[in-house]
């Protein structure tokens, strides 16, 4: 985007142009800045720091299966952005785990649907894994739920298209700047769910806002058998019509 504007200050200033030429080319240049901006906010973004406050949300359904994807600077969800320096601070983590695995509060189903929650796998670089486990989890639970992370994984991505704004595909917006790793002050957390009807599916209420008071905006992504689109969430503006 800044290479767009610099671009339109030395065009605009070429001796060889007339006025009315100019102009238009301007205009042309301008409008085609909007349409970026307007098409690709998190890419327009993307080079910048993270914001606190926003994070991102995707929802993929693929026949009975539903992938839901967060990606959210840690500030949002602990009040902090670094590994935690004390027993109080890995306590804090720990109650974010404890909220991230109880899914079935943050994200409310059209009962009828009868979504049931599966595997749930927290990631951040900066917070050690033992902490993102829940704490009431056994060896046979994780292997059981690692298999079917897998199997969900593979069939809910699939419904994302090329050339979406998945977070896969987009340099990330805490990507590291002059290599310090500490800029990857952020969490992805990623929820299987199985759904007995997917056809009576009709809205989501997303109560991630109750949960994590810092959290003030989700940017949501929604694919599915009827397309792909989005919407902004807010404390005042929870759910998603499917």
């Not at 929802?59 to 902090?80: C, E, K, R």
């Not at 902490?131 to 699939?158: E, F, H, Q, T, V």
């Not at 989005?230 to 019509?241: E, F």
Request: net charge positive; proline share 7%; with cysteine.
């Amino acid at each position: 985007m800044a290479e767009l504007k610099y671009f339109l200050r030395y065009f605009l200033c070429l001796p060889s142009l007339s006025g009315r030429t100019a102009v238009i080319a301007g205009m042309a240049i301008m409008a085609a800045m909007v349409v970026i901006e307007l098409t690709f906010p998190t890419r327009a973004q993307g080079a910048g720091p993270h914001v606190h406050g926003v994070a991102a949300l995707e929802i993929a359904l693929d026949g009975a299966t539903m992938q839901i994807n967060l990606n959210s600077p840690l500030d949002n969800l602990l009040g902090f952005e670094r590994a935690p320096r004390n027993e109080k601070e890995r306590e804090t983590v720990r109650t974010m785990t404890s909220k991230l695995h109880q899914a079935d509060n943050l994200f409310i189903f059209t009962p009828a649907a009868q979504c049931r929650l599966g595997a749930v796998r927290l990631e951040s670089p900066l917070l050690p894994s033992e902490l993102l486990m829940p704490r009431s989890s056994s060896g046979s639970d994780k292997s059981k739920g690692a298999k079917y992370d897998k199997d969900d994984r593979s069939s809910a991505s699939s419904p994302l298209p090329r050339g979406s704004t998945s977070s896969a595909s987009m340099p990330s917006a805490t990507a590291p700047v002059g290599g310090h790793t500490e800029d990857h002050a952020e969490l992805e957390a990623t929820w299987n769910f199985r759904c007995a009807a997917p056809q009576a599916l009709q809205d989501i209420d997303v109560r991630l806002f109750d949960a994590f008071p810092g959290l003030r905006r989700l940017d949501a992504m929604i694919v599915g058998p009827k397309g792909q689109s989005g919407a902004k969430l807010s404390p005042a503006s929870t759910r998603l019509k499917w």
